[in-house]
């Protein structure tokens, strides 16, 4: 859906840097943020006309720099947008592909089928990506012990992935995301591909039982979690909000900080998927053992080492 770049007031179908800019303004910002320009009336009063933001560079790139610095400091989904993009590109990367960020793109033209490494490889990149971004999301974060920041982290990717997935794919197939889910940013797992899951396993002695095994998680995890999602379909704001009651609900000291964060209008969807977010948790990990036990997972893959205690 076109949306008015918040520096230049044109159409645009694409946005980047995780606000609503066109690709020439993020393009001008890029090529000239460190740059000393002048302001052709001197005095920088063309940043409240719109109409002269190209014919004076240096209000264009204030203008510019004003909108992120917004954003910085009050929307928490810049930061979700900027880890979607971490997440992204570190996949993209180890496949060999190199991005220029500022180029529009097709997501769907990225997406190929999980496996086993892809899975595990875009697990790293999620959890690193969540201790980068956690502490702009969520400042309480910045104040824990580190022990207890582990601890979160650890709890919390497994439903992150859960419900990010779940939104995505929602967003990207409509009707038909119940055949889908994401194994990791940037590969998905479909009802034709998952029995190829575990082609790439430590151990394929018993892949196939394996795999059978991961359609029954699909069924009995993902779709349930899913129906929730489907039925809440939050916006940006409200994802936020799902999201901290997802993070906070693994801390036991942050009770207080559940009621605060849901979304007034909806009050019993966030919570009929908070109380899901416990139950998940011991049954991947209960899934995650048998895989461990059947060869398919050893103990350094990141999901079941994340999981023992």
Same mark, same amino acid.
Request: aromatic share 8%; proline share 5%; hydrophobic share 35%.
């Given at each position: 859906?076109?949306?008015?770049?918040?520096?230049?007031?044109?159409?645009?179908?694409?946005?980047?840097?995780?606000? %609503?800019?066109?690709?020439?303004?993020?393009? &001008?910002? @890029? @090529?000239?943020?460190?740059? @000393?320009?002048?302001?052709?009336?001197?005095?920088?009063?063309?940043?409240?006309?719109?109409?002269?933001?190209?014919?004076? @560079?240096?209000?264009?790139? #204030?203008?510019?720099?004003? *909108?992120?610095?917004?954003?910085?400091?009050?929307?928490?989904?810049? +930061?979700?947008?900027?880890?979607?993009? &971490?997440?992204? *590109?570190? #996949?993209?990367?180890?496949?060999?592909?190199?991005? %220029?960020?500022? #180029?529009?793109?097709?997501?769907r033209l990225e997406i190929i089928p999980s496996t086993y490494q892809y899975t595990n490889e875009g697990k790293k990149i999620q959890i690193a990506g969540l201790f980068k971004y956690i502490?702009?999301?969520?400042? #309480?974060f910045r104040v824990l012990p580190n022990a207890d920041k582990w601890l979160l982290i650890r709890n919390y990717n497994r439903i992150f992935h859960c419900i990010d997935s779940a939104l995505r794919v929602l967003r990207m197939f409509g009707k038909d995301s119940f055949n889908y889910f994401f194994g990791s940013y940037t590969t998905i797992v479909s009802n034709e591909s998952i029995m190829n899951f575990f082609v790439d396993c430590p151990d394929q002695t018993n892949a196939s039982t394996a795999a059978r095994t991961i359609f029954g998680t699909f069924r009995n995890i993902v779709d349930p979690i899913r129906s929730q999602i489907r039925q809440f379909d939050p916006s940006e704001d409200e994802f936020m909000a799902l999201m901290g009651l997802a993070f906070w609900s693994f801390a036991r000291?942050?009770?207080?900080?559940?009621?605060?964060?849901?979304?007034?209008?909806?009050?019993?969807?966030?919570?009929? *998927?908070?109380?899901?977010?416990?139950? *998940?948790?011991?049954?991947?990990?209960? %899934? +995650? %053992?048998?895989?461990?036990?059947?060869?398919?997972f050893d103990d350094e893959t990141v999901t079941y080492k994340l999981g023992i205690r």
């Open positions: 859906m076109p949306v008015k770049c918040l520096v230049c007031g044109k159409q645009t179908s694409v946005t980047h840097m995780g606000m %609503d800019a066109c690709r020439a303004c993020t393009v &001008f910002y @890029r @090529r000239n943020r460190t740059k @000393r320009l002048l302001c052709v009336k001197g005095y920088r009063g063309c940043m409240n006309h719109p109409k002269h933001a190209f014919a004076c @560079r240096k209000c264009r790139l #204030e203008r510019f720099k004003a *909108i992120l610095k917004a954003g910085a400091d009050d929307d928490k989904t810049l +930061y979700a947008s900027a880890l979607s993009i &971490f997440r992204r *590109i570190a #996949e993209l990367n180890l496949r060999g592909i190199r991005l %220029d960020v500022t #180029e529009p793109y097709d997501e502490p702009a999301m969520f400042p #309480e000291s942050c009770s207080r900080s559940l009621s605060a964060i849901e979304h007034p209008s909806l009050p019993s969807c966030p919570r009929t *998927i908070a109380a899901e977010f416990k139950r *998940i948790e011991m049954l991947l990990q209960s %899934d +995650y %053992d048998v895989f461990h036990l059947l060869g398919a």
